[in-house]
């Protein structure tokens, strides 16, 4: 019997089921009935089942395939789901934060991990300075919104995050406090 090779899917068309996926499972949920109920049994049910499978899997991985294994996207999501990431959440948040930290640099502000109070992410903001108010150089919102998903997307089971914000001191050349003017 000959072997046939399964295609596997790439990122994008991963995503596109996973939409499918909600789709479908919202549509479910919205039919009233028995048979609804007896479907979505079935998918809690499978889910458990293939939760309890990548449980097993990490528990016969040594640390370096369980972190490779952590760290694919698809993958990652899933052991957070079922509870079994081999990284704490506030590691994993962390990291997230380190990743976006020189595009948040860019726009002239900072960002740096805080630590979780509870289930509540922390992270220290500094909104770029340059004299010209609050609002200007460090993207504010959108760092922040950025930083938002990027924390919940990398631990979900955090429930929030709160931004200390701090405003970049502006820049005062050292000749303008130095030089004084003729009486």
């Known amino acids: 019997m000959a072997e046939t090779a399964t295609a596997r899917l ?3 068309d991963v995503e596109a089921r996973l939409v499918r996926l909600d ?3 919202d549509s ?3 039919s009233p009935g028995p048979t609804t109920r007896t479907a979505t049994e079935a998918v809690a049910l499978l889910t458990e089942v293939y939760g309890e499978a990548l449980a097993r899997v990490l528990d016969r991985a040594d640390d370096q395939l369980a972190e490779r294994l952590a760290e694919d996207e698809l993958l990652g999501h899933l052991l957070v789901l079922h509870d079994i990431h081999p ?4 590691r994993r948040a962390a990291r997230a934060v380190e990743r976006l930290r020189p595009a948040v640099r ?9 630590g979780v109070e509870g289930q509540v ?6 909104k770029g300075g340059g004299g010209c108010g609050s609002g200007c150089g460090g ?3 959108e760092v922040t919104d950025a930083v938002r998903a990027a924390v919940l997307a990398a631990a979900p089971e955090l429930t929030a995050v709160e931004p200390l914000t701090e405003t970049a001191p502006a820049f ?5 406090l130095t030089h004084r003017s003729a009486p």
């Open 121 to 126: 992410a922390r992270v220290r903001l500094t």
């Open 87 to 90: 990284e704490p959440a506030e």
């Open 172 to 176: 005062v050349p050292l000749t303008t």
């Open 23 to 25: 789709r479908a499972l």
């Open 106 to 114: 860019e726009r002239g502000g900072d960002v740096e991990w805080a």
């Open 10 to 12: 790439a990122d994008p």
């Open 139 to 141: 993207g504010g919102d």
């Open 28 to 30: 479910l949920e919205s």
